[in-house]
C-alpha cells in the first residue's frame, strides 16, 4: 500500500463551523506533513510531525490546529475559518524524518478541497 | 527574486512530441532536486529525485541538474495526452530540516 488516503474529498463550511480533515497511512512512514494549496500557486507547508510529535509549525494561525493520533493518523481541526482559507488542503507523508535522517521524499495525498462561505 | 523560477506555461504540444520543462534556482546551497506531476485538483505526484548534477532517467521521464548554471530541466519523451498535467520542481537544502522549496508549476497541455 503505497498511499496516502485524505477524507473528505470535498468540505463546505460556514465561518462558524468547526470540521476535521483526516489523513491515513500505512506505509509505516514516521513524518506526516499538512500542506495548503491555492489555485494555480504552489503548495505550501503547514505543519510537520515526526514521530507522532509536532516539529514544525509554520506560524499558522490557531483556527488549525493538528493532531497525530498515531503513526498513522493525522488529522487537521477547523475552527472559525476565513473565506481566504479556501484552498486545497494536502496531507503528505515520508519514510525519512526530516532534518534528522536525511533527505526525504514526500507522498501525498489527494487532498481536501475545502471551500469556506 | 524567488528562490526557484518556473514558467508556469501553459506549453501546448502535439502528442509524440519531446517536452522540455525547466526550472532555475538562485541558491547554490540546493542539493536535492525533484519533479511532482499534479493532475487538476489531485496532490502533487513524486516523478523524479535527483541529487546534485548529472542526469536521471525513468522511462520516458528523464531529470537532468546543471549545478554550474543552476538549472533544473525533465524531459519527456513520446509524450502522450496523459501526461497533461502541472509540472512542479522542488529542491531543497541537505543540512538540517529545510523545506521543499517548490516552483510555481508549469502547466503541459499534450493534443492528440
Known amino acids: 500500500d503505497t498511499e496516502v488516503t485524505q477524507t473528505p474529498k470535498h468540505l463546505v463550511m460556514g465561518m462558524t463551523n468547526k470540521k476535521s480533515l483526516k489523513c491515513e497511512q500505512h506505509m509505516g512512514h514516521r513524518a506526516m506533513y499538512w500542506y495548503k494549496q491555492k489555485a494555480k500557486k504552489p503548495p505550501e507547508l503547514m505543519f510537520v510531525y515526526s514521530y507522532e510529535k509536532l516539529s514544525i509549525n509554520e506560524s499558522v494561525p490557531s483556527r488549525f490546529s493538528p493532531e497525530c493520533p498515531n503513526s498513522s493518523l493525522l488529522n487537521l481541526h477547523l475552527h472559525a475559518l476565513q473565506p481566504e482559507d479556501s484552498a486545497l488542503y494536502l496531507c503528505a507523508s515520508s519514510s525519512k524524518v526530516p532534518g534528522v535522517q536525511g533527505n526525504e521524499k514526500l507522498f501525498f495525498g489527494s487532498g481536501t478541497q475545502l471551500s469556506v462561505l | ?112
Open chain 2, 1 to 112: 527574486q524567488k528562490e526557484v523560477e518556473q514558467d508556469p506555461g501553459p506549453l501546448s504540444v502535439p502528442e509524440g512530441a519531446i517536452v522540455s520543462l525547466n526550472c532555475t534556482y538562485s541558491n547554490s546551497a540546493f542539493q536535492y532536486f525533484m519533479w511532482y506531476r499534479q493532475y487538476s485538483r489531485k496532490g502533487p505526484e513524486l516523478l523524479m529525485y535527483t541529487y546534485s548534477s548529472g542526469n536521471k532517467e525513468d522511462g520516458r521521464f528523464t531529470a537532468q541538474v546543471d549545478k554550474s548554471s543552476k538549472y533544473i530541466s525533465l524531459f519527456i519523451r513520446d509524450s502522450q495526452p496523459s501526461d497533461s498535467a502541472t509540472y512542479l520542481c522542488a529542491t531543497r537544502r541537505t543540512t538540517g530540516f529545510q523545506k521543499l522549496v517548490f516552483g510555481t508549476g508549469t502547466r503541459l497541455l499534450v493534443s492528440p
